[in-house]
C-alpha cells in the first residue's frame, strides 16, 4: 500500500514537471540532456572513426561538427539562427577564427569583444552565439585533441597563431550545420 502512494505520487510529479516545461519551455537540465544525448554519440562515433581512419580525422570531425551544429536548434540548446545579432556574431567568429587561426584564441578575443559590447549597452544586448562558440570549442579541442593522439596532426601546429582559413572550416561547418538545423525546426 506505501509502495503504491509512492509510485503514484512519483507520477503526480512527473506530470507537473511535464505541463511546467510545456508552458514554459524546456528547462535548462533538460536542453543539456536533450543536447548531450545526440551529441556525445555523435562525438564517441567520431572518435572511433578516428581511431580507425586517422587520415580522415579532418573530414569525419567536419561531418561530426556539421551534425551537432544542426542539432543544436533541436535540442533548443540555442535558439534559431534567425536574427541579425547571430549572423554578425557567426560572422566576427569566423573572422577571428581564420585571422588568429586558433580556435582558443579566437574564442577569448571573442569574449573579450562581447564584454566590451555587452558592457557599452549597459546589459542590454544578448550574446546569441557565446553558447555555440563555447560548444564548438569544446568538441574542436576533444577532436584535435584525438587527432594529436593519433598523429596527423602536430601539436606545434595546433598551438600557433596565424592566418590561417583552412583551419576555420570546422566553425563553417558547424555554423552552417547551425543554420540548416534552424531551417528544419518548427517552433
Given at each position: 500500500m506505501q509502495n503504491n502512494h509512492l509510485y503514484e505520487a512519483a507520477e503526480e510529479a512527473k506530470k507537473v514537471k511535464f505541463l511546467y516545461e510545456v508552458s514554459l519551455g524546456y528547462t535548462l537540465s533538460a536542453k543539456l540532456e536533450r543536447f548531450f544525448g545526440i551529441a556525445l554519440l555523435l562525438a564517441l562515433l567520431n572518435l572511433l572513426f578516428i581511431a580507425w581512419r586517422p587520415e580522415w580525422a579532418f573530414w569525419s570531425s567536419l561531418t561530426t561538427l556539421f551534425l551537432i551544429g544542426?542539432?543544436?536548434?533541436?535540442?533548443?540548446?540555442?535558439?534559431?539562427?534567425?536574427?541579425?545579432?547571430?549572423?554578425?556574431?557567426?560572422?566576427i567568429l569566423a573572422l577571428l577564427h581564420g585571422l588568429l587561426g586558433n580556435p582558443v584564441a579566437?574564442?577569448?578575443?571573442y569574449g573579450v569583444l562581447a564584454?566590451?559590447?555587452?558592457?557599452?549597452?549597459?546589459?542590454?544586448?544578448?550574446?546569441?552565439?557565446?553558447?555555440?562558440?563555447?560548444?564548438?570549442l569544446g568538441f574542436?579541442?576533444?577532436?584535435?585533441a584525438a587527432s594529436i593522439l593519433s598523429g596527423t596532426v602536430d601539436s606545434a601546429d595546433w598551438l600557433r597563431f596565424g592566418i590561417d582559413f583552412m583551419s576555420s572550416l570546422p566553425f563553417l561547418a558547424m555554423s552552417s550545420g547551425w543554420f540548416?538545423?534552424?531551417?528544419?525546426?518548427?517552433?
Open positions: 544542426a542539432w543544436l536548434p533541436h535540442s533548443y540548446l540555442v535558439n534559431r539562427l534567425e536574427d541579425l545579432a547571430g549572423y554578425r556574431d557567426v560572422l579566437a574564442f577569448a578575443v564584454l566590451l559590447f555587452w558592457l557599452l549597452s549597459r546589459g542590454e544586448q544578448s550574446n546569441p552565439a557565446a553558447l555555440f562558440a563555447l560548444i564548438y574542436r579541442c576533444l577532436f584535435d540548416v538545423g534552424s531551417l528544419f525546426r518548427d517552433d
